[in-house]
């Protein structure tokens, strides 16, 4: 409990500027000045009728009447580098130029951004600085986790400083949406999040997101000493397939969250379980999935997550713009591609394309499909015949009326060689100019190559700077590219038997990534169950049926 006092006295000071509060309008006046007095701040009207700004902060008040509750929410001005407190301003600038520069380049977030988030951000950062690598009490903590397990008093309490140990499965993007679902368990739980780096993929890749302290795991405090798998013997699940307590006096426990976890491994998203792994200090978990939705069914989290997320369809839009700074090297890759494509255009598209062994589709199917994809929905303008082009002049030797710059991501260069030959070789009706670039084809995937991911994070966050978002289903990647756009994607839909589908993409009705695994499990009749059919904001995704994703009911 030391830890959560020293967490509390330093935190005093950010609950009065963060707490989410709610006031009759006849009081606003008075908290805004209050706040002026307490901290300096300058709060001045802003030209937007019902709010104020202070610092970068705009407050968004929603006009009611005397009697009703007006909720404050802030919303990034696009000149904060601080996106509006989301960010913590203790950091060097030069040691991590991607943190308060990425919003330069992308279109001002529209999602309102919650106080009571900020203050738990804030709280967690205390937390980490407290209980993080390097510290006396990460040193107790790893000398007790590798001392002989004792046998459960049967009235064991939470320990001071608890942790989250995220070790990596599948590909950069599955990697980021399970950090990301790792981090909101941590922040609901007060454990310290740490991330396995021992493979050496996450060296160069990603700036510290905390201030005055590491996220990184150091070598050798792992405390699995062979491979986790469905099969380990410490793992949740197979602690409860043998009747056994979890945290029953053992010091670390696995947490299998894979798309082929068992039934007893969705018991983790019972408050019961939930309960029991508090007396757990190291938790250790693997996951390919963005588990986020199965806690918002959870009644344990209910109430917080509410405070944090008032809207539920920007999780990731928030948290991975607060947790995923590409390092220095991977920033000179963005701003370098951002220059050569995007600088110059009007309007920049970007168009993410991905296939999979699974759902087969030939390279000419698929650009037909992304061709009527993008033109019927009026992204990429429509092209005149070479007979019509030649009797027409094309532009007529005049300026383009508009310069849209297309940047394709994908492993491979067919399809943006030939949507490059289709805009040199042929006008467009309106006369736009339209330029088409692929930053790199890779052709295979790597899991883990440190330059593969750091080509692969780089493209993903040019994607983020896009005016519009194009993204095939089912794609990770795209996942986090609209999440940190702030975007909903067009998404290409499956293919049909090697097929296009007659509705070649739809607008995706969330920025939020698909939980392709959900547990339906129902832990309070203690049966199977839709999981899209369980609260009001969870439902099945569009280009993942099988799936859930949260939405803004």
């Known amino acids: 409990m030391a830890a959560r006092s020293q967490l509390a006295g330093r935190s005093r000071s950010s609950a009065v500027r963060a707490t989410t509060v709610l006031l009759t309008s006849a009081t606003v006046a008075a908290v805004l000045l209050m706040a002026a007095v307490l901290f300096g701040a300058r709060w001045t009207p802003s030209s937007d009728a019902g709010t104020w700004v202070s610092a970068g902060v705009r407050v968004v008040m929603n006009a009611v009447s005397d009697q009703g509750a007006v909720p404050l929410a802030t919303v990034p001005d696009p000149s904060d580098r601080l996106l509006g407190g989301l960010l913590s301003p203790d950091f060097e600038d030069r040691s991590c130029f991607s943190r308060y520069r990425a919003a330069r380049y992308r279109r ?4 309102a951004l919650s106080p009571h988030l900020v203050f738990a951000l804030r709280r967690y950062e205390s937390l980490h600085r407290l209980c993080g690598p390097g510290t006396h009490a990460y040193a107790r903590a790893v000398e007790r986790l590798r001392a002989p397990p004792k046998a459960s008093s049967g009235d064991d309490v939470a320990p001071s400083c608890s942790y989250l140990v995220w070790t990596p499965n599948a590909g950069l993007g599955n990697r980021i949406l399970s950090i990301t679902a790792g981090f909101l368990y941590a922040l609901l739980t007060d454990r310290v999040l740490l991330l396995d780096g021992s493979r050496g993929d996450l060296d160069d890749l990603f700036c510290e997101p905390f201030p005055g302290s590491t996220w990184i795991l150091p070598r050798g405090d792992l405390p699995a000493r062979v491979k986790l798998t469905i099969d380990t013997p410490e793992s949740l699940g197979n602690t409860l397939g043998r009747g056994e307590a979890p945290g029953g006096g053992a010091p670390w426990l696995y947490v299998h969250l894979v798309h082929n976890y068992n039934a007893q491994d969705k018991l983790f998203f019972c408050d019961d379980v939930q309960a029991q792994l508090r007396r757990v200090p190291w938790l250790v978990f693997q996951a390919d999935n963005y588990f986020v939705p199965g806690l918002f069914v959870m009644p344990r989290f209910e109430r917080e997550l509410a405070r944090m997320f008032p809207r539920r369809d920007a999780v990731f839009h928030h948290l ?16 370098r591609y951002h220059g050569a494509y995007f600088a110059k255009a009007d309007e920049r598209v970007g168009i993410q394309v991905r296939t999979f062994k699974w759902a087969p589709i030939s390279t000419d199917e698929f650009y037909a499909q992304i061709l009527k994809c993008t033109q019927r929905e009026n992204i990429l303008p429509a092209v005149v015949a070479p007979a019509a082009n030649a009797s027409t002049g094309g532009s007529g030797g005049q300026a383009a009326a508009k310069r849209k710059a297309v940047v394709v991501v994908s492993l491979h260069g067919e399809y943006s060689e030939m949507l490059r030959n289709l805009y040199h070789e042929h006008a467009t009706a309106a006369g736009e100019a339209v330029s088409v670039f692929q930053p790199t084809h890779l052709g295979e995937q790597h899991i883990g190559d440190k330059q593969q991911n750091q080509k692969a994070l780089a493209e993903m966050v040019l994607l983020s700077f896009s005016d519009v978002v194009v993204t095939s289903g089912v794609s990770t990647f795209g996942y986090v590219s609209q999440g940190l756009a702030g975007l909903r994607p067009w998404v290409l839909m499956r293919p049909n038997h090697g097929k296009a589908p007659d509705t070649p993409c739809r607008l995706a009705p969330t920025i939020e990534p698909c939980f392709h695994r959900p547990p339906n499990y129902d832990c309070r009749a203690k049966a199977r169950c839709d999981t899209g059919r369980m609260v ?6 569009e280009d993942f049926p099988e799936g859930v994703q949260l939405l803004e009911s």
Do not use: E, K
Request: proline share 4%.
């Open 320 to 335: 991975g713009r607060y947790l995923f700074h590409p390092s220095n090297t991977v920033w000179d890759m963005v701003a």
């Open 536 to 541: 009001q904001h969870i439902r099945h995704c």
């Open 108 to 111: 001002a977030s529209l999602h």
